[in-house]
């Protein structure tokens, strides 16, 4: 009696030991030849797997060429908002997006994002959320931005805060 469950449990263990098994099988890509035939032919590399893939954000293009030169020094905001003009909050935050959008070269932006930035500019605005949801607002309705999807945001091509358009003197 007493052997018959030691045999029972065994026959368990094996059991569980050949479900392992099979899983780690099943999950771990196959060799398509031995590892001794690999070394042997200097190839110690493992099988290679699907390479990540970046959000468009964060790609990096090559075929364009070597990047030229800046003209100048690239401005902090606040340089670029006094440059421009802006000074009332609906103007700040037009700036703001047309510098994020302009001169750091993004294609996107959130609102939470601009909001931080004007608020970086002038600590004494006390820019309160409302005021600046309101104002976020009329932008949007007056075209001068433009909504992409969910929490995403775009400057329209128009806009008078546009850096080329004031070197060229509009």
Known sequence: LVSRRVSTSQDDEAFAENAYRS?????????SRPMSEAK????????SVA???LVSSQ??????????????AP???AGFAKSMGAKELPDLLEAAAAYTSFVEGQA?????EIMKRV??????LHLSREDGL??????LRQGKLRKLERGQFTIAETTRFKPEQRIAGE
Do not use: T
């Open 23 to 31: 899983d780690l099988s099943e999950a771990v890509r196959h060799v």
């Open 40 to 47: 042997d032919k200097g190839n110690d590399r493992r099988p």
């Open 51 to 53: 390479p990540l893939v």
């Open 59 to 72: 790609r990096v293009d090559d075929s364009n060429g070597p990047a030229k030169e800046p003209d100048e």
């Open 75 to 77: 401005q902090d905001f």
């Open 108 to 112: 996107s932006f959130s609102r939470p």
């Open 119 to 124: 608020a970086r500019v002038d600590p004494s």
């Open 134 to 139: 309101r104002s976020f607002g009329q932008l």
